[in-house]
C-alpha cells in the first residue's frame, strides 16, 4: 500500500507532462498541415540530373 503514496504522484506528473508536451506542439503549429507531408513525397523532383 505505501507504494501507492509514490506511484499515484508519478503518474499524475508524467499526465501532466504529456499534456504539457501536447498543448506545446499545438501552439508551435505541428498539425497545421497534415497533408503537406503526405503528399510532398508523390511528386517528382524536377531538378534530377
Known sequence: ???LVV???VA???GLAGLA???WSLRAGQ???LDGAAERILHDDE???
Open 31 to 33: 498539425y497545421e498541415d
Open 47 to 49: 531538378d534530377k540530373p
Open 7 to 9: 506511484l499515484v504522484p
Open 21 to 23: 508536451a501536447f498543448l
Open 1 to 3: 500500500m505505501n507504494y
Open 12 to 14: 499524475i506528473l508524467l
